[in-house]
C-alpha cells in the first residue's frame, strides 16, 4: 500500500522482509497493542489517555498523520484474511467504527505532540541563546514583565504583586519573575522529550487558567519575551535565532492554550437535558432514511457546500477534479464525512462517548484550514 514508510522503521534493510526477526517483533508488539485497546473499549475513559499516549509517542518516529489510513486498510485487511468466512459486513463495520474511534483519538495526539518535536538545530539555537538569558535569570526576568505590563497594564491585574510600588523593585515580582525564567529553561530543556514536555505544559496550562489567564495573553507574553531576547541577546539575535524561537514558543502556546481551553470546556459542559430523547429518537429514524442513499445524499451535500461558499473548495484536494458533480476525489470524501455524521448520529444515545469523539474531530480538521465560520455554512 505505502512502500516508503518501510523507511520509518530499523528493520528496513532486513531482507528478505517476510524473514525480518525485527519486523516480527515489531508486528507482534503492534497487534498486541491493539488487542489491548479493542480489550479496553469497556473502558474508554481509561483507554482514552493510553492512546493519547500511543499516538504523542510516535511524533519522533516520523509518523504522520495520513498513515493511519494506511494502518487501517492494512489492519482490516489482515483481519479479513485471519477471520475468512467470520468476517461478516457487520463484522467489517464494527471493525471499521472502533478503528475510527482510535484513530479520532491518537491522530490528534500525534499532531499535538509533532508541534512540540523541533529539529536538533533549532532546540540548539534556543538552548544557547537561553543559556547567555540565564546567566542573569532575575534581571531578566523582572525586564520580561515590566514589557509585558508596559504593553498591556490590565494585566498586572492578574497578579498579586499589582499593588507594589515601585514595580521594578518589588520582591514579589522578582520570586515570581525567578520562577518563571526557571520554569522557562526546565521547558527548553526537555522540547525534544514530547513524553515529559507535553505533560508538563498541559498542566501549566490548566494551573494559568484558574488564575484567569485566558488563550490571548500568550500573544502579549511571547511578544514580551521576544523583545527581552533581542534586549540581551543583541547582534546574536539574527533570523535563524528568530525563527528558531518562533517554532518553540509556537509549540509551547499550542499545547498549553489546547489544555486551558479543555479545562474551560469541562467547567461548562452541559449535561444531556432530559428531554431530548424523543429528538434523538427523531433524528437517528431520519438519518436511517438518508443513510438509505448514502452517495447520492453525500454528493448533493458537498455540491451545496460549494453552491454557498465558492471558495471552500479550495480548502479541499479535489478542487481541480472537474466537472466536480463527477470528481472520484470529492465523491469519496463526501461519503467519508456523511459516515462520520451517521456516527455521530448513532452515538447521541450516548453523549457522554460521543464529546471526546467530536473534540477529537474537530481539533484534526485545525490542520486543513477549517476555520468556525465553515460549520454554520
Same mark, same amino acid.
Given at each position: 500500500?505505502?512502500?516508503?514508510?518501510?523507511?520509518?522503521?530499523?528493520?528496513?534493510?532486513?531482507?528478505?522482509?517476510?524473514?525480518?526477526?525485527?519486523?516480527?517483533?515489531?508486528?507482534?508488539?503492534?497487534?498486541?497493542?491493539?488487542?489491548?485497546?479493542?480489550?479496553?473499549?469497556?473502558?474508554?475513559?481509561?483507554?482514552?489517555?493510553?492512546?493519547?499516549?500511543?499516538?504523542?509517542?510516535?511524533?519522533?518516529?516520523?509518523?504522520?498523520?495520513?498513515?493511519?489510513?494506511?494502518?487501517?486498510?492494512?489492519?482490516?485487511?489482515?483481519?479479513?484474511?485471519? !477471520?475468512?468466512?467470520?468476517?461478516?459486513?457487520?463484522?467489517?463495520?464494527?471493525?471499521?467504527?472502533?478503528?475510527?474511534?482510535?484513530?479520532?483519538?491518537?491522530?490528534?495526539?500525534?499532531?499535538? $505532540?509533532?508541534?512540540?518535536?523541533?529539529?536538533?538545530?533549532?532546540?540548539?539555537?534556543?538552548?544557547?541563546?537561553?543559556?547567555?538569558?540565564?546567566?542573569?535569570?532575575?534581571?531578566?526576568?523582572?525586564? !520580561?514583565?515590566?514589557?509585558?505590563?508596559?504593553?498591556?497594564?490590565?494585566?498586572?491585574?492578574?497578579?498579586?504583586?499589582?499593588?507594589?510600588?515601585?514595580?521594578?523593585?518589588?520582591?514579589?515580582?522578582?520570586?515570581?519573575?525567578?520562577?518563571?525564567?526557571?520554569?522557562?529553561?526546565?521547558?527548553?530543556?526537555?522540547?525534544?522529550?514530547?513524553?515529559?514536555?507535553?505533560?508538563?505544559?498541559?498542566?501549566?496550562?490548566?494551573?494559568?487558567?484558574?488564575?484567569?489567564?485566558?488563550?490571548?495573553?500568550?500573544?502579549?507574553?511571547?511578544?514580551?519575551?521576544?523583545?527581552? !531576547?533581542?534586549?540581551?541577546?543583541?547582534?546574536?539575535?539574527?533570523?535563524?535565532?528568530?525563527?528558531?524561537?518562533?517554532?518553540?514558543?509556537?509549540?509551547?502556546?499550542?499545547?498549553?492554550?489546547?489544555?486551558?481551553?479543555?479545562?474551560?470546556?469541562?467547567?461548562?459542559?452541559?449535561?444531556?437535558?432530559?428531554?431530548?430523547?424523543?429528538?434523538?429518537?427523531?433524528?437517528?429514524?431520519?438519518?436511517?432514511?438518508?443513510?438509505?442513499?448514502?452517495?447520492?445524499?453525500?454528493?448533493?451535500?458537498?455540491?451545496?457546500?460549494?453552491?454557498?461558499?465558492?471558495? $471552500?473548495?479550495?480548502?479541499?484536494?479535489?478542487?481541480?477534479?472537474?466537472?466536480?458533480?463527477?470528481?472520484?476525489?470529492?465523491?469519496?470524501?463526501?461519503?467519508?464525512?456523511?459516515?462520520?455524521?451517521?456516527?455521530?448520529?448513532?452515538?447521541?444515545?450516548?453523549?457522554?462517548?460521543?464529546?471526546?469523539?467530536?473534540?477529537?474531530?474537530?481539533?484534526?480538521?485545525?490542520?486543513?484550514?477549517?476555520?468556525?465560520?465553515?460549520?454554520?455554512?
Amino acid at each position: 500500500i505505502a512502500p516508503p514508510a518501510l523507511q520509518l522503521f530499523s528493520f528496513k534493510d532486513e531482507l528478505p522482509l517476510e524473514q525480518s526477526p525485527g519486523m516480527k517483533k515489531h508486528a507482534t508488539g503492534v497487534l498486541q497493542t491493539v488487542g489491548d485497546a479493542v480489550a479496553g473499549l469497556s473502558d474508554v475513559k481509561a483507554l482514552i489517555p493510553v492512546l493519547e499516549a500511543l499516538g504523542g509517542r510516535h511524533a519522533k518516529y516520523g509518523v504522520q498523520p495520513e498513515h493511519f489510513a494506511i494502518i487501517g486498510k492494512a489492519l482490516v485487511w489482515t483481519l479479513e484474511q485471519g !477471520l475468512g468466512d467470520l468476517w461478516t459486513p457487520e463484522v467489517k463495520e464494527a471493525w471499521t467504527k472502533t478503528y475510527a474511534t482510535i484513530q479520532s483519538v491518537m491522530e490528534p495526539a500525534l499532531t499535538q $505532540a509533532a508541534a512540540v518535536l523541533h529539529s536538533s538545530k533549532c532546540k540548539l539555537l534556543v538552548e544557547r541563546t537561553w543559556h547567555v538569558v540565564a546567566q542573569d535569570m532575575e534581571a531578566n526576568g523582572v525586564k !520580561l514583565f515590566l514589557r509585558v505590563f508596559d504593553v498591556s497594564p490590565e494585566a498586572l491585574q492578574l497578579f498579586s504583586f499589582k499593588h507594589d510600588q515601585p514595580l521594578a523593585q518589588s520582591p514579589r515580582l522578582k520570586k515570581h519573575a525567578l520562577v518563571f525564567m526557571r520554569l522557562m529553561g526546565k521547558i527548553i530543556s526537555c522540547l525534544d522529550n514530547v513524553d515529559a514536555v507535553v505533560p508538563m505544559l498541559k498542566d501549566l496550562g490548566e494551573q494559568h487558567a484558574v488564575f484567569g489567564v485566558m488563550p490571548e495573553h500568550f500573544i502579549m507574553l511571547g511578544k514580551s519575551l521576544f523583545w527581552m !531576547l533581542k534586549q540581551v541577546l543583541g547582534h546574536d539575535w539574527d533570523k535563524e535565532v528568530n525563527e528558531a524561537w518562533i517554532e518553540a514558543y509556537a509549540s509551547i502556546q499550542s499545547v498549553m492554550e489546547h489544555s486551558m481551553l479543555n479545562l474551560s470546556r469541562a467547567v461548562k459542559r452541559p449535561r444531556e437535558p432530559k428531554g431530548d430523547k424523543r429528538v434523538t429518537a427523531l433524528v437517528q429514524e431520519t438519518w436511517r432514511l438518508v443513510a438509505k442513499k448514502l452517495d447520492a445524499h453525500a454528493v448533493k451535500f458537498f455540491l451545496k457546500i460549494f453552491e454557498i461558499a465558492p471558495p $471552500a473548495l479550495q480548502l479541499f484536494s479535489f478542487k481541480d477534479e472537474v466537472p466536480l458533480e463527477q470528481s472520484p476525489g470529492m465523491k469519496k470524501h463526501a461519503i467519508g464525512v456523511m459516515k462520520t455524521v451517521g456516527e455521530a448520529v448513532a452515538g447521541l444515545s450516548d453523549v457522554k462517548t460521543l464529546i471526546p469523539v467530536l473534540e477529537a474531530l474537530g481539533g484534526r480538521h485545525a490542520q486543513y484550514g477549517v476555520q468556525p465560520e465553515h460549520f454554520a455554512i
